[in-house]
T-cell receptor
Framework: DQQVKQNSPSLSVQEGRISILNCDYT??????FLWYKKYPAEGPTFLIS?????DKNEDGRFTVFLNKSAKHLSLHIVPSQPGDSAVYFC??????????FGTGTLLAVQP | GAVVSQHPSWVICKSGTSVKIECRSL??????MFWYRQFPKQSLMLMAT?????????EQGVEKDKFLINHASLTLSTLTVTSAHPEDSSFYIC?????????????FGPGTRLTVL
């Protein structure tokens, strides 16, 4: 039972344009959401997070949006850069403090 | 940012042998360490959570006698895959957190690729 889903396994975007990565979840008890970025042969690195009391959090080129009623969050990267090419995982957590990860989306930013 | 190392980065072993993977937090003390495994094109699946000096808490379906976890100090946790079989071949990733809450950042190691022949 996949509680956190990333339905797009891959996404290709032109440099300078916006990248939008999507994530859906099924457990309404999740109250904290994170995005991680992963390069090949490396562990995931934390990117940005959002609490369920907010609907938007911004950090430089990265913005995460949360729509609790739709159980959906998205990560916007603007402008996209070739160095952003990586696998992006969304993760969710609730009262257990454990992170539940999605399957990842491979982002390719074309120069 | 904080650094978590794993050793070895890859290992090939024969079926029936045991393999130990180390996870170290290099510049901070980890209140909690986590072990994940990842199959190709799948998400990171939490195997167990360990706190320094206490027994690990395993997720449902994870055999604690097969995947031995020792959290000997605030900077070191080890995962031993005992009597490894080909189906244990996977990518194992540890993470460490300096704090008790989910809002405390988890820092991930680079992972260990285990191949059991």
């Amino acid at each position: 039972d996949q509680q956190v889903k990333q339905n797009s396994p891959s996404l290709s975007v032109q440099e300078g344009r916006i990248s939008i990565l999507n994530c859906d979840y099924t457990n309404s008890m999740f109250d904290y959401f994170l995005w991680y970025k992963k390069y090949p042969a490396e562990g995931p690195t934390f990117l940005i997070s959002i609490s369920s009391i907010k609907d938007k959090n911004e950090d430089g080129r990265f913005t995460v949006f949360l729509n609790k009623s739709a159980k959906h969050l998205s990560l916007h990267i603007v402008p996209s850069q070739p160095g952003d090419s990586a696998v992006y995982f969304c993760a969710a957590a609730g009262a257990t403090n454990k992170l539940i990860f999605g399957t990842g989306t491979l982002l390719a930013v074309q120069p | 940012g904080a650094v978590v190392s794993q050793h070895p980065s890859w290992v090939i072993c024969k079926s029936g042998t045991s393999v130990k993977i180390e996870c170290r937090s290099l510049d901070f003390q980890a209140t909690t360490m986590f072990w994940y495994r990842q199959f190709p094109k799948q998400s990171l699946m939490l195997m167990a959570t360990s706190n320094e000096g206490s027994k690990a808490t395993y997720e449902q379906g994870v055999e604690k006698d097969k995947f031995l976890i020792n959290h000997a100090s605030l900077t070191l946790s080890t995962l031993t895959v005992t009597s490894a079989h080909p189906e244990d071949s996977s990518f194992y990733i540890c993470s460490a957190r300096d704090g008790w809450g989910v809002t405390d950042t988890q820092y991930f190691g680079p992972g260990t690729r285990l191949t059991v022949l």
